[in-house]
């Protein structure tokens, strides 16, 4: 059995606005065997494409490497746009080493709630991924439980969207579509992308996260 454990440390300022919350990297980066174009940071797999949406959106021009200079720029972009980043699982097993969601087991959770009210700047979360079994949603759903916390639906329609009371605090959550290339097919089947496929042939389903991303990220 693989103990696959979060390499990072959840990445918040004193004035962070948004908290993007996923699950854990590749367990490549666990062992530090990274591939020529990860970034040792989070979200700095090549095949999860977080940083090229969010390239796209502001414009940027990333290096995607091994380098120091890769990390602060990544970091740069979030101080300046008050975001943090704070993945749920902080260990987890697995029989079969991947980047499964699903093959997760005897999972070991961040305690979300205490970095909340330590940090009392954060007005939203960002969820990377919906409510999907071993999802970052489920996991937060799961966790608040303990906490006596429910979330509140506003938005049912994706990206959905909820919000909860923290003492006296409100705090909204967006369930944004995975940035990882097996959400595609979900994406796929979604009758807003079919919409806009017709109309645009070339929209593919990075178009599709840009467009709902940037008014997030």
């Known amino acids: 059995m693989f103990l696959h454990k979060h390499p990072y440390q959840p990445f918040i300022q004193k004035d962070t606005k948004k908290l993007i919350v996923g699950t854990l990297p590749p367990p490549r ?10 970034v040792d940071f989070c979200y700095g797999s090549y095949y999860n494409s977080l940083w090229l949406y969010i390239e796209k959106i502001h414009g940027l021009n990333l290096r995607y490497d091994n380098s120091q200079e890769a990390i602060d720029e990544r970091k740069t972009f979030l101080i300046k746009h008050k975001i943090g980043v ?5 260990s987890a097993e697995r029989e079969k080493i991947d980047a499964s969601d699903l093959g997760m087991q005897n999972i070991q959770l961040r305690n979300i709630i205490a970095y909340l009210k330590k940090h009392p700047s954060i007005e939203t979360l960002l969820f990377i991924g919906g409510n999907s079994k071993n999802g ?3 996991f937060f759903r799961k966790h608040i439980k303990e906490h006596n916390i429910k979330l509140e639906l506003i938005v049912n329609e994706v990206p959905r969207i909820h919000r909860f009371n923290l003492e006296d605090r409100i705090i909204k959550t967006v369930s944004l579509t995975s940035s990882s290339g097996s959400a595609n097919r979900a994406i796929g089947s979604m009758s807003l992308y079919k919409q806009l496929k017709a109309s645009n042939s070339k929209f593919n389903t ?7 991303y940037q008014e997030y990220l």
């Open 136 to 138: 970052p949603e489920y």
């Open 86 to 90: 704070c993945d749920i699982v902080a």
């Open 29 to 38: 980066f666990s062992v530090g065997a990274l591939l020529e174009k990860d």
């Open 206 to 212: 990075f178009d599709f996260r840009v467009m709902q």
